[in-house]
């Protein structure tokens, strides 16, 4: 049982470029979610997906698109990489939260845009 | 949405109880009330949750208020190991509560 797997671990872009950040989960939740914190603040959710098939946005969404086509996978993509968007993402996935279940983090990916 | 206020930081001494306070005073009745923590460089985890009643697991109690206007995280034996940023949130049952959405916390600094 793996629970959250964030791939990569590290990255470093170039102003521009896209690229896709993957999340996988082996425990059949189907609340998965995206985030992001920068430098001495707190998370902040970019989008979440409540089952597959179904997404939505979060507080900061823009600049950044998501899918989810299978139970396991949410992964979270930057269409055309921009400085501001230098932070540490972490995806984390639970059974619905309204019922008062736990969430589990990934380990996080560090994003550096140069 | 529901909001929770909580001091910016809070010092323990190691080995002593520790305790943590929430204000969550426009709760919903429906409102889980959540606490996860942050260790440094690592992803959050979750501590405990409760709806009414007071909670005991492995890592602390959850004390709620009879009103659940506030609630309170014990840790009984504060260790070095529970230095983190700590943070209460409310989850509710609707589409637009029903995401966990974290606030600026409590960092917890523990002293040798």
């Known amino acids: 049982n793996a629970g959250v797997t964030q791939t990569p671990k590290f990255q470093v872009l170039k102003t521009g470029q896209s690229m896709t950040l993957q999340c996988a989960q082996d425990?059949?939740?189907?609340?998965m979610s995206w985030y992001r914190q920068d430098p001495g603040m707190g998370l902040r959710l970019i989008h979440y997906?409540?089952?597959?098939?179904?997404?939505d946005q979060g507080e900061v969404p823009n600049g950044y698109n998501v899918s989810r086509s299978t139970t396991e996978d949410f992964p979270l993509r930057l269409l055309s990489a921009a400085p501001s968007q230098t932070s540490v993402y972490f995806c984390?996935?639970?059974?619905?939260?309204?019922?008062?279940?736990?969430?589990?983090f990934g380990q996080g990916t560090r994003l550096t845009v140069v | 949405d529901a909001k929770t206020t909580q001091p910016n930081s809070m010092e323990s001494n190691e080995e002593e109880p520790v305790h943590l306070p929430c204000n969550h005073s426009t709760i919903s009745g429906t409102d889980y009330i959540h606490w996860y923590r942050q260790l440094p460089s690592q992803g959050p985890e979750y501590v405990i949750h409760g709806l009414t009643s007071n909670v005991n697991n492995r890592m602390a109690s959850l004390a709620i208020a009879e009103d659940r206007k506030s609630s309170t995280l014990i840790l009984h034996r504060a260790t070095l190991r529970d230095a983190a940023v700590y943070y209460c949130i409310l989850i509710g049952r609707g589409g637009a509560t029903n995401k966990l959405i974290f606030g600026t916390g409590t960092l917890l600094a523990v002293q040798p």
């Open positions: 984390a996935s639970s059974y619905s939260p309204g019922r008062g279940t736990e969430a589990f």
């Open positions: 425990m059949n939740h189907e609340y």
């Open positions: 997906s409540v089952g597959a098939g179904i997404t």
